[in-house]
């Protein structure tokens, strides 16, 4: 009997192997935000999390890093915003953080993880919210 | 002119797991029943997964060709009859996804020790049936070796106590846990070639094991001579790695991601790596007991075939 879908593992954003891409050579300019699909079923388990998309059925796990920035994916945050909230967390530098989050979002993307959602920010990245921002406006 | 004698049906609950083996063979009829007589009816089951099997060709007498139905539907069409008994569980299972949508189906081998459920799950070949013969024959309790069955509501792995299907490779296996084979003969079983089956009955008596909740699920492999050890896996990893083995994700009775969700939050998950078999059961057992019986004793097989 064959195994009724495809599951694959995402890999981890800072993992060693994880392709890097310089900021902004995807398909999204540096101000896009990102917003994850609503209909893809998240369960967290022990700090990680198994993403199941019912459209294309594969599943997806999520390791802490990845399911961080999965969650900053609310449509408010640009790379730039996500890349700053690690830099809280990981004794990264932001250009380090920003190449990261961002190939871990193509990662989402080529996965048809995130939703499409207009763009808003300036040609920095920095979105309306980010704190760099609001203290400019 | 046709000689056939009419097909007689005869039912089996394994289980969870209804069976109706409809066939005017009567030599094929009497292997199938001397396999699962424990389990006959005497009563008509409902819903029972109804297998046909009937020659298809004939030449001076003999039989060319068989046919294997599966609730009105052509699964296989074998050659041989020592072909039979193999292509019949085979067409049982793969109807399963679609008559029991209250059971989430993996391929994993199931088994139950003092209540705890335990899912050895991996692909064919990392040893499944091996070790739940071993762990069956030291008194662990048999749930299946081919199908762990969850209750999508209860989320308790349920028996089908089919008989254990080991390749030809387990025979040093069985030969060392003094268990016997089915009737002795080989079936042949596809890819996987000549097959034998144990009856975990013939085992002991009290072998099939109760419905009980997934406290384990541990990811299987063998290497010939390698050190058996356990290695703990997140439960993210082991839901993601049940997924991969799962026969009816999207055809059970509630998502079958959030049925694997709950089950991985309520149990312990490992990779096993696993050798010498005796030593392999034992590091087993320290895991389910916590380390207070780490030498249970072997029952060896009660009843000669």
């Given at each position: ?137 | ?81 020592h072909e039979l008994l193999p292509y019949v569980e085979w067409a049982v299972n793969w109807e399963l996804p679609r008559v029991m949508p209250e059971y989430l189906q993996l391929h994993a081998s199931s088994m139950e020790f003092e209540g705890a459920g335990v899912i050895f799950a991996g692909d064919s070949g990392s040893g499944k049936s091996t070790l739940a013969t071993a762990l069956l024959a030291r008194g662990w309790r048999y749930l299946c070796d081919e199908f762990a069955l969850i209750h999508t509501a209860s989320l308790q792995l349920h028996p089908f106590p089919r008989a254990i299907c080991m390749k030809r490779s387990g025979d040093h296996i069985l030969e060392r846990l003094g268990l016997t084979t089915h009737r002795g003969p080989r079936y042949l079983k596809g890819v996987k070639g000549y097959v034998s089956f144990v009856n975990p009955l013939q085992v002991r008596p009290d072998a099939i ?97």
């Amino acid at each position: 009997m064959a195994v009724s879908t495809v599951a694959s593992t995402i890999p981890p954003p800072f993992s060693a192997s994880a392709p890097s891409a310089p900021p902004g050579c995807g398909s999204d300019g540096p101000s896009d935000r990102f917003r994850r699909r609503k209909d893809v079923t998240v369960h967290e388990l022990d700090g990680e999390a198994l993403l199941f998309h019912p459209l294309t059925a594969n599943s997806h796990r999520l390791n802490a890093t990845a399911l961080l920035i999965w969650t900053a994916c609310d449509g408010r945050n640009t790379a730039g915003d996500i890349a700053e909230q690690l830099l809280s967390i990981y004794e990264i530098d932001l250009p380090s953080a920003l190449r990261a989050v961002e190939s871990f979002l193509d990662e989402l993307r080529r996965h048809d993880l995130l939703e499409a959602t207009e763009s808003g920010a300036g040609p920095t990245g920095i979105s309306a919210n980010h704190p760099a921002a609001r203290g400019t406006a | 002119m046709n000689h056939e004698p009419p097909p007689e049906t005869s039912f089996y609950q394994l289980g969870v797991v209804r069976a109706a083996i409809n066939t005017p063979i009567r030599r094929f009829r009497d292997e199938y029943r001397a396999l699962y007589y424990p389990f006959e009816s005497v009563a008509p089951l409902p819903n029972a997964v109804t297998v046909d099997v009937r020659p298809a060709r004939r030449l001076l007498g003999r039989c060319l060709r068989y046919r294997i139905d599966v609730n009105g539907r052509f699964r296989f069409s074998p050659t041989k009859f020592h072909e039979l008994l193999p292509y019949v569980e085979w067409a049982v299972n793969w109807e399963l996804p679609r008559v029991m949508p209250e059971y989430l189906q993996l391929h994993a081998s199931s088994m139950e020790f003092e209540g705890a459920g335990v899912i050895f799950a991996g692909d064919s070949g990392s040893g499944k049936s091996t070790l739940a013969t071993a762990l069956l024959a030291r008194g662990w309790r048999y749930l299946c070796d081919e199908f762990a069955l969850i209750h999508t509501a209860s989320l308790q792995l349920h028996p089908f106590p089919r008989a254990i299907c080991m390749k030809r490779s387990g025979d040093h296996i069985l030969e060392r846990l003094g268990l016997t084979t089915h009737r002795g003969p080989r079936y042949l079983k596809g890819v996987k070639g000549y097959v034998s089956f144990v009856n975990p009955l013939q085992v002991r008596p009290d072998a099939i094991g109760c419905p009980a909740p997934v406290r384990f699920v541990i990811f299987p492999s063998y290497s010939c001579g390698a050190e058996p050890t356990l290695v703990p896996v997140g439960r993210a990893e082991a839901a993601l790695d049940l997924h991969r083995v799962c026969f009816n994700l999207f055809s059970c009775q509630r998502p079958g991601t959030d049925v694997l969700a709950e089950v991985v939050r309520g149990a312990s998950c490992y990779r096993l790596q696993s050798g010498e078999i005796d030593q392999t059961c034992a590091l087993l057992e320290d895991l389910v007991t916590g380390g207070t019986r780490s030498a249970v004793p072997r029952v060896r097989s009660l009843v000669a075939c």
